[in-house]
């Protein structure tokens, strides 16, 4: 992994969004900010319950247009279908979606920005807890 580039994870955001100043200072210092569209599905699915709606939905379009969001192609599945193997081997199944996200993070090089310890069972990825 180089430098400070970066994939926010759901948490992360939410947290940013939440007015959490030090992870503004270290989003603002980064080299490279990127989101991932699982977590914005994650956002989404999570303004979708929120009494904010419009507010919520605001937000994230806000971030998605300030931010590089990385979609899903077919090096992501061959990231995704070695990681879940991984995974698998060591009894150590996480999140679906985290799955994805990790498999973003190894295509690309990114470190993953995330609160998630299940994240640690995946040797071939970066993390940082902001």
Same mark, same amino acid.
Request: cysteine-free; charged content about 20%.
């Given at each position: 992994?180089? /430098?400070?580039?970066?994939?926010? $994870? ?12 030090? +992870?503004? @200072?270290?989003?603002?210092?980064? &080299? ?8 914005? /599905? &994650?956002?989404?699915? /999570? ?8 507010k919520n939905i605001k937000e994230i379009?806000? =971030?998605?247009?300030?931010?590089? =969001?990385?979609?899903? $192609?077919?090096? %992501?599945?061959? @990231?995704? /279908?070695? +990681?879940?193997? &991984?995974?698998?081997? *060591? ?12 498999? +973003? ?6 470190? =993953?920005? %995330? ?9 071939? *990825? ?5």
């Amino acid at each position: 992994m180089i /430098g400070n580039k970066y994939l926010l $994870d759901t948490n992360i955001i939410i947290a940013w969004l939440q007015g959490e100043a030090a +992870i503004a @200072n270290k989003i603002e210092k980064a &080299e490279e900010v990127h989101i991932p569209i699982i977590v914005v /599905g &994650e956002l989404y699915y /999570g303004a979708t319950f929120s009494t904010h709606l419009q507010k919520n939905i605001k937000e994230i379009k806000k =971030v998605t247009s300030n931010y590089n =969001v990385l979609l899903i $192609d077919e090096g %992501t599945a061959i @990231n995704y /279908g070695n +990681i879940k193997t &991984e995974l698998r081997k *060591i009894g150590k199944p996480i999140p679906e979606n985290d799955i994805w996200i990790a498999a +973003i993070a190894r295509q690309y090089e990114l470190t =993953v920005v %995330t609160r998630d310890n299940h994240f640690k069972t995946i040797d071939s *990825i970066s993390l940082q807890n902001w």
